[in-house]
């Protein structure tokens, strides 16, 4: 018998490892193509890819295994609707960040938006459309607590009607939006307690959060009944969630599937990197848990 180079023990660690090599190229292959894990549900935010055409980024999220874009308005859900998406959370409130629900003079506008904006947004499989507290000006946390919650209970029927959940985002003052109210988790957890129904609740940006409290996973834990919806960013900077920054988005995104979350969870980060897409893909196998 002609003698090989190659014992039987060598040719089945050759074999093995050839076979592991592969399984690890073709679960990195699936997960480029969309072949994800199935507890999280993926969405990105459109406004921080001002390069990349709404009609790319479906194409490209939905190639990644993203179910929805988040932060467009009603005229795009046909957009979405061609690509299987949808819109997780829809914008366009009236006022935007700084005039919100803590100023009555603002509750009327708001409310016609939300009768308007609420019925096309449950036609369309969107489950959340976004509020703002709205900067202080000098108002107390009471009275804009007060105030909040009776322009909410205004909007509560219509919500309750239509199974839309009205979602009020947590955002740092710290950095970002100067003298906005609703920058503390306990302040939002207090609001959803005062208007009282399940079709309120608040958009915890772990982002903004870190730079305002910290202690992510404990909050998330404590209070996750009251987070509808998720956003991402690196801190410090809002870039790649990768190793370039100090929040570990594994031991999050595990501390959210474990509430039994079966939202959305959105990138919001804004990326660095010349291969924007790229940065979203990783950034999705990353939250992947």
């Known amino acids: 018998m002609m003698k090989t180079g190659l014992s039987r023990r060598g040719a089945l660690k050759t074999f093995a490892g050839t076979a592991g090599a592969l399984a690890l190229l073709r679960e990195r292959m699936g997960a480029a ?3 994800l894990k199935g507890n999280v549900r993926h969405s990105v935010c459109k406004w921080c890819y001002k390069n990349v055409s709404l009609e790319d980024l479906c194409k490209a999220g939905k190639a990644m295994g993203l179910e929805a874009i988040d932060l467009l308005e009603v005229k795009d859900f046909p957009t979405l609707k061609a690509h299987g998406l949808v819109c997780a959370v829809v914008s366009g409130v009236p006022g935007g960040i700084p005039k919100g629900l803590n100023r009555v003079e603002n509750h009327d506008a708001i409310l016609q938006f939300m009768e308007q904006t609420i019925p096309e947004a449950a036609k369309a499989g ?14 107390g946390d009471e009275q ?3 105030n909040c919650a009776k322009g909410l209970k205004r909007i509560m029927p219509v919500a309750e009607q239509h199974k839309v959940t009205v979602i ?10 100067k003298d906005y109210m609703c920058d503390r988790s306990a302040w939002g957890v207090e609001l959803c307690k005062r208007v009282g129904s399940e079709r309120f609740k608040l958009l915890y940006d ?3 959060m870190q730079i ?14 009251y987070f509808g919806h998720y956003h991402t960013g690196g801190v410090p900077g809002r870039a790649e969630i990768d190793e370039t920054q100090e929040i570990y988005y594994p031991a999050v995104m595990r501390a959210i599937v474990a509430t039994g979350f079966k939202g959305f969870v959105a990138q919001e980060f804004i990326p660095k990197r010349p291969d924007a897409l790229g940065s979203l893909r990783q950034a999705v196998q990353i939250c992947d848990v």
């Open 168 to 177: 009020m985002e947590l955002l740092n003052s710290k950095v970002n939006h």
């Open 144 to 146: 804009g607590l007060e």
């Open 206 to 208: 772990i982002y903004h």
């Open 33 to 35: 193509e969309g072949e």
């Open 126 to 139: 969107a489950p959340n459309v976004i509020c703002f507290s709205g900067n202080r000006e000098g108002m």
């Open 212 to 225: 305002m409290e910290g202690d992510l996973i404990a909050t998330i834990k404590a209070s996750h009944p």
